[in-house]
């Protein structure tokens, strides 16, 4: 009886917690605050990127021209697997834009709602 009185407490205390952190982040939101790091690869590098690799140069010597901008590693090169995320994402929003639009859409239009 007494372990079962606990676990109801502790599942309320967990509900009430997770509620307020909700409520935290929604709050957040409105204010334009958005969690997560930083994009490390911005669109210009992107571009940069895709124009030095039409022209023949591997992404290993482009690396080293690039520059991060801001955040914790700003004036480092960034790494390989950050160039090819980004360069897989771009890929990604050339071949299906119609979708990428109409996410970012219901992407401001759900925090509108908030």
């Known amino acids: ?37 930083p994009a490390v690869i911005t669109d210009d590098m992107v571009h940069t990127v895709l124009r030095r690799r039409a022209a023949g140069e591997p992404v290993e010597k482009i690396r080293k021209d690039l520059i991060i901008p801001t955040g914790k590693r700003k004036g480092h090169n960034p790494s390989l697997a950050s160039i090819y995320r980004a360069l897989a994402e771009h890929a990604k929003s050339q071949r299906h834009p119609d979708a990428a639009e109409q996410a970012r859409a219901e992407y401001a239009a759900f925090h509108k709602g908030l």
């Not at 502790?10 to 790091?37: F, Q, S, Y």
């Open 1 to 37: 009886m007494l372990f079962a009185f606990f676990t109801a407490m502790a599942e309320t205390e967990r509900e009430a917690i997770r509620e307020a952190t909700l409520e935290g982040l929604a709050a957040a939101a409105r204010k334009g605050n958005h969690g997560g790091r």
